[in-house]
């Protein structure tokens, strides 16, 4: 396994949620961090968190302008490795009630974002570095009604690292898909109900609750080190797909 101490990261939603935790778990290996995200009053407030000794950084860009994801890696210089964790709350209409608006909206800021990102990372990603990005559960188990756009653009991933892991190799990308992560972004979802919503699918879980940022992060970094995964589909779930 590769080391990942004096590695130059880019972790795009990296002020909150999942990211958070994938920005934090590569300092501690060392990693020298740039966190990217739209509001640059969160990015400095993670910054100040991370407290990375030098080692981090945040600019702020709006993945669905390309005008800010070609500044984003011109910012950033030369680096090893990608991950893109970045999310809005999904659209959740049933498909008869669909808010196409809305379905654009995040499109593009989901699959779009990401082709976007690869199209610029390419220019400063160093040869044999990694791209990782973000799928998620509602591939496996999409909510019914409701869940069509969101599965449909989750499951895109798995292909579209597919392709990219043949373009670009020897760099690799993979897919991290997690299950439900308590993170903020279930704050605006679902607001106090998300204490109820989280004991009732944590007590259907095999692993007897639902993950934190921390439990995932493992995920990405295995695949930022592992010079032999490309292509590939991580799932870390906790056996939500099972039940």
Do not use: C
């Not at 579209?160 to 903020?184: K, M, Q, Y």
């Amino acid at each position: 396994m590769a080391t990942l101490t004096g590695k130059k990261i880019i972790v795009v939603g990296g002020s909150s949620g999942i990211g958070f935790g994938v920005a934090a778990a590569a300092l501690e290996s060392g990693a020298e961090v740039a966190i990217v995200g739209r509001s640059a009053d969160k990015l400095k407030a993670a910054e100040k968190r991370l407290a990375g000794a030098g080692r981090v950084k945040s600019i702020a860009a709006d993945m669905a302008n390309e005008e800010d994801v070609a500044r984003l890696f011109k910012d950033a210089g030369a680096f090893d490795h990608l991950v893109a964790t970045a999310g809005t709350p999904p659209p959740n209409y049933p498909i008869g009630e669909a808010d196409m608006d809305f379905v654009r909206q995040f499109v593009d800021s989901k699959l779009i974002g990401a082709v976007m990102l690869a199209k610029h990372a390419v220019r400063t990603l160093k040869k044999g570095g990694s791209m990782t990005f973000t799928s998620g559960i509602n591939k496996d188990r999409p909510p019914v009604p409701g869940g069509s756009v969101v599965s449909a653009i989750a499951g895109s991933f798995t292909y579209f690292a597919r392709a990219l892991a043949l373009e670009l190799a020897p760099t690799r990308v993979n897919i991290v898909s997690p299950g439900w992560v308590d993170t903020e972004m279930w704050d605006e979802i679902v607001g106090e109900a998300k204490a109820g919503y989280f004991d009732q699918m944590g007590a259907r879980l095999p692993a007897g609750r639902v993950a934190t940022p921390a439990d995932v992060a493992p995920a990405y970094l295995y695949l930022m080190q592992n010079d032999f995964m490309t292509g590939e589909t991580i799932h870390i779930d906790g056996g939500q797909r099972l039940v």
